[in-house]
């Protein structure tokens, strides 16, 4: 079956917060040829390009998408010795299933986020004191300034905190598949408090136990919407780390790659008391303050509404600006 680019598709259904109206243009992509027909199409129209992986982390406005929405459908895992390479539209979690069951140690802690494998670098996604880059060994992407498919090393990744290459050159890169360097003689990574206690474990009890955590965590995406932690952990310098430790006592903050960085959640259950607080259907999720949920029906300018009157809060008490990790697409 032929990529066929359709209109006017409702894109509320392909995102975990069910909000969103139409992609203008929309098309399923399964393989390099499509990816390129769907950017030739954009570019001979003149479109703007959403690229859409499990729609995980993305807020879709009410009025949906004036471009093209190109859907990342390729799906594929491979295992190469202790190296597991998967293609960009498989399910991120069902990738880590696989990897615990052939016993290869490494992302077991990134157990049951939502998404791609496709969307997992770019985002450098992390959990529970694992992130994607300690595993990730390449990701082969299509270049679109070049128009040839490139494979970058770990290290031409340009990781940071929940952001890469991929991320900063969003319009640059469309990535195809991923190589993650497990290992069969892992240990342990527990060094998160809430895994703390499970050193001698084996593979399945971790992911068990963080399928666990997180399930307490986050709201249940069969009843509502969320896209997860909405808001990034605020890096800020050491100096303002001290101020506010002064001024907060018991304020958590970590060493960060430019500064220091702060437990936002810390921030809004402590001190800003915002659990709860809500916007039209949506609202501060009771058990984790980062993360938005979204009762059915909501519209996205309710959780655009919530997003920015919690920004203002943080701004009015801390000086200082939070950022979205989610990405909101007007």
């Given at each position: 079956m032929a990529m066929?680019?359709?209109?006017?598709?409702?894109?509320?259904?392909?995102?975990?917060?069910?909000?969103?109206?139409?992609?203008?243009?929309?098309?399923?992509?399964?393989?390099?040829?499509?990816?390129?027909?769907?950017?030739?199409?954009?570019?001979?129209?003149?479109?703007?390009?959403?690229?859409?992986g499990g729609g995980s982390n993305v807020l879709i406005s009410d009025a949906g998408f004036d471009g093209l929405v190109i859907?990342?459908?390729?799906?594929?895992?491979?295992?190469?010795?202790?190296t597991l390479i998967a293609e960009a539209g498989e399910n991120w979690d069902a990738l880590v299933e696989r990897a615990v069951q052939e016993g290869l140690?490494?992302?077991?802690?990134?157990?049951?986020?939502?998404?791609?494998?496709?969307?997992?670098?770019?985002?450098?996604?992390?959990?529970y004191g694992s992130e994607i880059k300690d595993t990730l060994a390449w990701v082969e992407a299509f270049d679109t300034q070049s128009g040839q498919v490139v494979r970058l090393q770990n290290s031409e990744c340009g990781f940071g905190y929940r952001t890469?290459?991929?991320?900063?050159?969003?319009?640059?890169?469309?990535?195809?598949?991923?190589?993650?360097?497990?290992?069969?003689?892992?240990?342990?990574?527990?060094?998160?408090?809430?895994?703390?206690?499970?050193?001698?474990?084996?593979?399945?009890?971790?992911?068990?136990?963080?399928?666990?955590?997180?399930?307490?965590?986050?709201?249940?995406?069969?009843?509502?919407?969320?896209?997860g932690s909405f808001f990034l952990n605020p890096v800020v310098s050491a100096q303002k780390a001290?101020?506010?430790?002064?001024?907060?006592?018991?304020?958590?903050?970590?060493?960060?790659?430019?500064?220091?960085?702060?437990?936002?959640?810390?921030?809004?259950?402590?001190?800003?008391?915002?659990?709860?607080?809500?916007?039209?259907?949506?609202?501060v999720y009771e058990k984790q303050p980062l993360c938005i949920a979204a009762s059915r029906g909501s519209s996205a300018s309710d959780v655009a509404g919530l997003a920015k009157k919690v920004s203002q809060l943080v701004q009015d008490e801390f000086k200082i600006i939070i950022e979205p990790e989610v990405k909101i697409i007007n």
């Open positions: 066929q680019v359709e209109e006017n598709v409702p894109l509320a259904p392909l995102t975990t917060f069910c909000i969103g109206g139409p992609a203008r243009h929309f098309a399923r992509v399964q393989n390099i040829k499509e990816i390129v027909r769907a950017l030739s199409f954009a570019k001979e129209k003149a479109l703007k390009v959403l690229i859409l859907k990342i459908e390729m799906t594929g895992v491979e295992r190469d010795g202790e140690w490494g992302i077991e802690n990134l157990s049951g986020i939502p998404g791609t494998v496709g969307a997992a670098p770019i985002q450098n996604i992390g959990a890469s290459r991929f991320k900063k050159e969003s319009s640059r890169f469309v990535v195809l598949r991923a190589a993650f360097k497990l290992n069969k003689n892992g240990a342990p990574n527990a060094s998160y408090k809430d895994l703390a206690g499970i050193s001698r474990s084996n593979l399945d009890e971790i992911r068990a136990k963080v399928l666990a955590i997180r399930a307490g965590k986050f709201p249940d995406l069969q009843k509502e919407g969320t896209a001290a101020e506010l430790v002064r001024k907060y006592p018991g304020f958590p903050n970590f060493p960060a790659e430019n500064g220091v960085k702060l437990s936002l959640a810390w921030a809004l259950d402590n001190v800003l008391q915002v659990k709860g607080l809500s916007v039209g259907g949506a609202r």
